[in-house]
């Protein structure tokens, strides 16, 4: 599906300057695995969607256009994106990618105490600054996308604002991929909020109020995308996998 930067700000509310620079301007980069095989930078589905839709968030939420879209600090992102794909992939151990993750950070860190918390939970500590998403394991698997924010120049107590927006957009992308992927998850026995939350169809049905929970809150900041994702959230309930296990129990 061709992504274009009008389809990105009329159908998720995306600011014009981010849309048209993802969409247009921004070059696929070399040698990134997350990118192998693309032709163009932003394709269809929320794993290339998420970047102008985080870039949008944090826009929202005060960083100016300038410091988002510099150069050093996109080509960061990208860099960082290639290194969770090959730990995904299993061409890096996880020693490996964790210096991975601190040679490219290294010098670059501008938010010590996010960066701190981050690589705490990535060993499998606990944060003690801010306040992450631990009660559903599954959807805190977006949480690798804070490493490429650490470059920006954000306070505390921004970070604080942003984290509760933040979990409210990334939440829903996970729970999308979590009902279509319910039965394939199940076999691989892979992390899935609706497998967390108790395997049945009561639990189909807690997942999704969760995702409209969330959705409320993007709905104060970018309505367009708040309808975008309930419609998808909705349409997630038809899967015939999904229908099967809830008219079984009605």
């Known amino acids: 599906m061709v992504i274009t930067s009008r389809k990105l700000q009329d159908k998720l509310g ?11 301007e921004r070059a696929i980069p070399q040698d990134n695995l997350f990118w ?18 985080v870039y949008d968030l944090l826009y929202k939420l005060g960083i100016s256009e300038d410091v988002l879209l510099q150069d050093d600090h996109v080509t960061m992102m990208e860099k960082g ?28 860190v501008k938010q010590q105490k996010l960066a701190d918390d981050l690589f705490a939970l990535l060993k499998g500590g606990k944060a003690t600054h801010f306040k ?3 009660t559903h394991k599954a959807l805190a698997r977006s949480d690798s996308f804070l490493f490429t924010i650490l470059d920006l120049p954000i306070t505390d107590s921004w970070v604080e604002h942003f984290l ?14 979590d009902f279509k992927d319910l039965e394939e998850d199940r076999v691989k026995n892979e992390e899935n909020t609706i497998i967390e939350l108790g395997n049945n169809s009561k639990a189909i049905e807690a997942a ?4 409209l929970a969330d959705i409320s809150i993007i709905e104060t900041i970018n309505p367009l995308l708040a309808k ?13 996998h999904i229908q099967k296990e809830l008219n079984e129990t009605h």
């Not at 192998?36 to 839709?53: C, D, E, H, Q, W």
């Not at 995904?88 to 990618?97: A, D, I, L, P, T």
């Not at 309930?230 to 309930?237: A, F, G, N, R, Y």
Request: hydrophobic residues 45%.
């Open 14 to 24: 995306i600011n014009a300057a981010i849309a048209d620079y993802f969409a247009n």
């Open 36 to 53: 192998r095989n693309k032709r163009v930078y932003i394709s269809g589905g929320f794993g290339f969607l998420t970047i102008p839709l």
């Open 81 to 108: 994106f290639d290194r969770f794909m090959r730990y995904e992939h299993n061409e890096y151990s996880f020693e490996v990618f964790l210096q991975e993750m601190q040679t490219l950070l290294n010098g670059k």
């Open 132 to 134: 992450f998403e631990t």
């Open 164 to 177: 509760p927006y933040w979990y409210a957009v990334a939440r829903p992308i996970l729970l999308l991929d």
């Open 208 to 211: 999704y109020e969760m995702g």
């Open 228 to 240: 975008f994702m309930q419609t998808m959230l909705k349409e997630s309930l038809l899967y015939d």
